[in-house]
């Protein structure tokens, strides 16, 4: 493999989120890796520790004019590229989600002519699975894929979604590049933390903790974790923990209420400490009708928490039903529940799943070792 240092444009949103958080984490993987690496970004992305060597960011700013009905982020975002593709002398420009960060990218690489920087889409769920596949954004989005010079997905799911709902042709290749974890900061830790216990009072000590963390999208069925929970404690008590905020978060409290358990679920809200929380937790639930991936569920398998899940999407590709976790129909929440019991109540049983997690998280994610993938993704792209 070459020693070649690269230039490289991110492009990702900053929000709170599985997408941006695999985008942030490469490219301050790459920048140790001595590459030079430029956010392009509409906000800085939350994990981004910007004082960093070899780490630079360029806000993309829209601007409001009488005519315009909308601020046009992708025709901003669009020119930023040019821009900094031209002054920094990119490589390559990696961006995540397709809408619309990969049309923005092929309109630059067509202002841009010869010696543009190669293209790299990684798709991340939704971008194929609901909005790129909507009648609106379906040919454009289809038509910026295949322009692409290369395009990763986290999962065979996702691939296969890709040709089957988008109709992109089956001799496109799209590269299976697994997210991954930092098994470092997501590990197991003994027992629950003090300061998470003292953060959530629906937490007592000795009692399992079952916890859900997302952005509280639809998709997420964050009134099933609460169905869930309120079956599993009327059999053992227990606390739940909500981490993230989103629209559906108001139904999920609503529903607390409603089922007269205020006094053990915590919403904790948007949070950084994401490995102390799941190191606090015993069994980590994700009900989602859509899930092409599930970052969330690898570092909860990474912290050695058995995950209770959904046979959505990619799901079953990273929690291995019966292994590291255990899966329903989407929406069984009985089924769920009895999972969860099955869990607490055989303490064998969940020192098994437990070990499994880590240690499929260790093997098959770790982190450094996806850097390296992706970096000899980037020289075969490239050529180097
Ligand atoms: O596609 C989305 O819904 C957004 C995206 C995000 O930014 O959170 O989530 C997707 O990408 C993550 C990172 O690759 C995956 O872990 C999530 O499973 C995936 N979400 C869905 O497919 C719903």
Redesign the pocket.
Same mark, same amino acid.
């Given at each position: 493999m070459t020693d070649r240092k690269l230039r490289i444009g991110i492009t990702?949103?900053p929000?709170?989120? +599985?997408?941006? !958080?695999?985008a942030t984490e490469i490219g301050m993987g790459m920048a140790k890796r001595g590459h030079r690496v430029h956010f392009i970004c509409s906000d800085v992305p939350r994990r981004l520790d910007r004082f960093t060597e070899n780490i630079f960011f360029h806000e993309v700013e829209t601007h409001e004019y009488p005519l315009f009905p909308f601020p046009h982020y992708d025709l901003a975002l669009a020119s930023k590229m040019v821009e900094v593709a031209t002054y920094e002398k990119l490589d390559l420009l990696h961006v995540?989600?397709a809408v619309p960060h990969a049309t923005s990218a092929y309109l630059a690489r067509q202002i841009l002519g010869r010696g543009a920087p190669k293209i790299i889409t990684?798709l991340? +769920?939704?971008?194929?699975? $609901? !909005?790129g596949h909507e009648r609106g954004y379906l040919p454009i989005t289809r038509f910026s894929i295949t322009q692409s010079t290369a395009v990763t997905a986290? /999962?065979m799911f &996702?691939k296969h979604a890709t040709y089957d709902k988008l109709n992109v042709p089956t001799d496109f290749p799209i590269e299976v590049i697994p997210?991954f974890v930092d098994t470092s900061v997501f590990k197991p830790i003994e027992g629950p933390s003090q300061k998470f216990l003292k953060h959530c009072a629906a937490c007592k000590e000795k009692e399992p903790v079952l916890t859900h963390i997302s952005?509280f999208?639809p !998709?997420?069925r964050v009134e099933d974790v609460v169905r869930v929970f309120e079956i599993v404690q009327r059999e053992i008590p227990c606390g739940l923990v909500f981490v993230g905020d989103g629209p559906t978060r108001y139904n999920a409290e609503a529903l607390v209420r409603e089922l007269g358990l205020e006094q053990r679920v915590c919403f904790l809200g948007k949070q950084e400490s994401i490995a102390e929380v799941l190191q606090g937790s015993t069994v980590f639930l994700l009900p /989602?009708k859509? #899930? /092409?991936? +599930? $970052? =969330? =569920? &690898?570092e909860a398998m990474s912290c050695g928490v058995p995950v209770v899940a959904s046979k959505a #999407? +990619? &799901?079953p590709e990273v929690v291995l039903h019966g292994e590291t976790g255990f899966l329903s129909e989407v929406g069984d929440v009985s089924d769920m529940a009895a999972n969860v019991l099955r869990l607490l109540r055989e303490p064998a049983l969940y020192r098994k799943l437990s070990h499994a997690g880590r240690k499929l998280a260790v093997e098959k994610y770790e982190f450094e070792k996806l850097m390296t993938r992706y970096e000899e993704y980037y020289f075969q792209v490239l050529g180097l």
């Open positions: 990702c949103y929000t709170y989120g +599985g997408s941006g !958080v695999i995540h989600y990684t991340h +769920g939704t971008d194929i699975t $609901l !909005v986290p /999962s &996702l997210n952005n999208r !998709v997420k /989602s859509n #899930e /092409s991936f +599930g $970052l =969330a =569920a &690898l #999407e +990619g &799901l």
